[in-house]
């Protein structure tokens, strides 16, 4: 394509385009100048956009923009240049997205879930789990469509939680859901550690608590930290693989060696409101994958259509998983408690009296499962720190309402390393002290997840965005009264956990 240009070749860069000028989101350049010029004929401005050289390369692909002549005169560097204007645009994969949902949803919460249903017995945490799963793929596809219409909106190329409540509700309330959605995350990675913890000590009873705590985390900083996204992804899949093969096994064994308590737990049930209401928070917990929406958006795909197909598959894969994980514990364990009794079980004391046929398995699902949860809550949640200090300092001015810009926090590489630093260092030193935090982070995740952040906030900020027009009214079937439902549900989860 070839357009007038003037006679001096200009190269736009990102800080002098103006806001009626900005490029807009995954289009095409298009510049254009009337300047008329009287000792020759106008050059010519041709576009070439190159796609990067791997899916997963770089985190830029160049767009070359070379101005040149029509005619035969002398050329000077005014006359022809070529200029590499950085593009952001990061590496799509469908897949990786897929595999990140899942090793993110099957995390901490899947270890603690079948203590929190044995009270209830097999069917009745069934269909708890199933009606737990509509809802939270109802309330994640929600906040994948306020993800694009604000990526849309501000020209912006990644978006943060924090950023889509700051733009709904204003920069003092998004300071509030900052900081609690920063508590949230953190006591999911204080889970995490603590169980991956758990579970190299006993692999390793001599080894000393603070190195089983901080081994796993250290080499996550290292390889997120020095390595490209590629090998991430890898190590992703390749602990997704793991999880696959051992719930699998788990469910093999569970069916072979112990298929009579398998099946002798069906017949225990509690359908009291008691019994099954306090497990949907972590059932909730255990499925969804909210903290990672707003990446998985930028990584799945250059269409909302794209993110919820990465959402739909993604999410199906859990939900069997913790189906089958939760109907094979609870047959296989050793511990019993009377159906509807309301005593305390540690959850892994629980997971670790089941039948030593099946010890193997367990342990390594719950490595894995952990594993790639730390992985995705390391990846994103730095972004979401840097987010909350912004707002917290008012460094962010001129940005009311508006959602952040990643590169800003990606320059920074000395902050970025302090903050994955205290991300990964400071929950080993919580597990090492406190050996009871996996329990305790459990139920405050459990709670603030359902209750406020992933439960009252999407609805309404889903209202707030279509009531400006700046979201499409059929994002879920049922319109203003299914946002209502959802809201009704969390509040009260909030309030009878």
Known sequence: ?????????????????????????????????????????????????????????????????????????????????????????NGKSFWAAVSLIIGTAVGPGMLGLPAATIRSGSIPSTVALLCS?????????????????AMEEDNASEVSFTGLATKSFGDKFGVFVASVYASLSFALMVACVSGIGSIVSQWFPTMNPLLANAIFPLVSGVLIGFFPFNAIDVANRCLCFLMLFSITSLVAIGLSVARSNVLASFGQSCWKVSAVLPAVPVMVLTLGF????????????????????????????????????????????????????????????????????????????????????????????????????????????????????SEAARGRDGFEAVVMLFVLGVPALIATYFPSTFSRALDFAGVYANCFLFGVLPPAMAYIQQSRKKLRSWVLPGGNFTLLILFVVAVILGIWH
């Open 1 to 89: 394509m070839a357009l007038p240009l003037r006679q001096h070749c200009l190269t736009p860069t990102k800080s002098r385009l103006s806001p009626q000028n900005a490029l807009p989101r995954r289009s095409f350049l298009k510049l254009s100048d009337r300047r008329d010029t009287q000792t020759s004929p106008p050059p010519q401005l041709t576009i070439k956009e190159q796609k990067p050289s791997s899916q997963n390369g770089s985190l830029y692909s160049p767009l070359l923009v070379r101005c040149s002549r029509d005619h035969d005169e002398p050329q000077s560097t005014h006359d022809e240049k070529i200029q590499t204007l950085q593009k952001p645009k």
């Open 133 to 149: 799963w509509v809802y939270v793929i109802s309330s994640i596809l929600l906040v994948a469509e306020l993800s694009f219409a």
């Open 290 to 405: 909210h903290v990672i929406t707003p990446f998985i958006c930028n990584l799945a795909g250059d269409s909302v259509s794209d993110a919820r197909r990465a959402v739909l598959v993604g999410g199906v894969v859990p939900f069997v998983m913790v189906l089958s994980w939760n109907l094979i514990v609870l047959g296989l364990a050793r511990i019993k408690v009377p159906v509807g009794s309301s005593s305390a079980i540690d959850p892994i004391s629980l997971l670790l009296s089941v039948n030593p046929s099946a010890l193997s398995a367990v342990q390594g699902f719950a490595f894995s499962a952990l594993a790639t949860s730390l992985i995705g809550y390391a990846v994103s949640f730095p972004k979401q720190l840097l987010d909350t200090w912004k707002l917290v300092s008012k460094q962010s001015k001129g940005t009311d309402g508006r959602v952040s810009d």
